[in-house]
């Protein structure tokens, strides 16, 4: 007997068999017939497979109740759960409050990824400095000549411009009091303990850790790094541990370089104020001492390795295409400047707690 449905006041009742052929026949009839709360009469199915299941499952979904169906198919229908909705709800609208949780979490995820390549890094550094040819120099001093010596003028610019700018700034109201000779105190602390290592880091973070997260991503995209998984070559030792370590080394270098040209920048416009060139470098010199010179040089070897490490690990994490590159490259920028932030906030704290 072939599939048959009956559909009275009571509700819906199925009979025959509920297979391909008859679950076809029924089908579209029964769902236009069945409503919200409709009980169907299912007692006198004679045979039910897949299709018979299926039927049956839409119609549960669609709000109707199967009574009466055999035991031996009963348990078949419910091992396919019908109870639970197929369809889900659809998601509420993102407001203000969604985009700052999603925020949140992309920033968390992105700090835990950082500090697990970190740990990597900090967990093998003892076999990596006492094994011999584990470090390859020759490519570290390459990219110590790339990140330091080329950035050079773009560094010592930015540092001349800032010590003007911030001297300027700052001598024009200090002067209806008399003190503008204090200027070389206020802008010598603050190049050497805040702004000179973190001018410097943002520039390398956007000039070396774009740069470290496109090669790389380049190499990961045309499968370079694959080709040296295969040779049996650690990608980690070879692209990942020169670049961290130059640009740790290379960045006091550079933070140097940068408070010397911005302290002359500010001697220079002091000496527009009648303030000798002598003098001001000596008030600054004398204002700055040992722990902020030595501070300032600690927070940029730390800004350095950060950015090296952000970089190397948005490269590695590249996707497929080109796109994938550019995406990791502007990643590499936004975490490394974002990372600069929280890094020199906690070095801030450690610094009051100590009493420098």
Not at 315 to 338: C, H, N
Request: with cysteine; aromatic share 8%.
């Amino acid at each position: 007997m072939s599939a048959e449905l009956i559909v009275d006041t009571n509700g819906l009742a199925l009979r025959g068999r509920l297979d391909a052929d008859g679950a076809a026949m029924v089908w579209a009839q029964a769902r236009s017939a069945v409503t919200t709360r409709c009980v169907v009469d299912a007692s006198a199915v004679e045979y039910c497979d897949g299709a018979g299941t299926a039927l049956l499952f839409d119609l549960i979904q669609r709000g109707a109740r199967i009574d009466g169906l055999p035991e031996r198919y009963a348990a078949l229908l419910a091992d396919l759960q019908p109870d639970k909705p197929l369809i889900l709800p659809e998601p509420k609208p993102h407001g203000i409050g969604d985009e700052m949780a999603a925020f949140g979490q992309a920033i968390s995820s992105e700090f835990r990824l950082t500090m697990a390549f970190v740990g990597v890094f900090t967990a093998d550094i003892a076999r990596i400095f006492t094994a011999r040819g584990k470090i390859r120099w020759r490519n570290g001093f390459a990219v110590a000549s790339s990140a330091g010596a080329d950035a050079l003028p773009i560094v010592a610019l930015v540092a001349f411009l800032f010590g003007v700018i911030l001297s300027f700034q700052s001598a024009v109201p200090m002067r209806q009091f008399g003190a503008e000779l204090f200027v070389a105190d206020l802008v010598g602390l603050s190049l050497v303990r805040e702004l000179a290592p973190l001018m410097t880091a943002i520039l390398l973070a956007g000039r070396t850790g774009a740069a470290f997260a496109a090669e790389l991503g380049t190499m990961k995209v045309n499968e370079e790094i694959n080709a040296l998984i295969t040779l049996g070559l650690d990608p980690f030792r070879f692209l990942v541990i020169p670049r961290l370590l130059a640009v740790a080394l290379i960045m006091p270098m550079l933070t140097i370089c940068a408070e010397v040209i911005g302290l002359a920048g500010m001697a220079m416009v002091m000496a527009t104020f009648d303030v000798p060139f002598a003098t001001s470098l000596s008030r600054a010199t004398t204002i700055v001492s040992l722990s902020d010179f030595f501070g300032g040089l600690g927070k940029s070897m730390v800004f350095g390795f950060f950015i090296a490490a952000i970089g190397c690990l948005r490269g590695l994490r590249t996707g497929a295409g080109a796109a994938a590159v550019g995406e990791s490259t502007t990643r590499a920028v936004v975490s490394s400047i974002v990372m600069l932030v929280v890094v020199d906030g906690l070095f801030a704290v450690v610094f009051y707690i100590l009493g420098w």
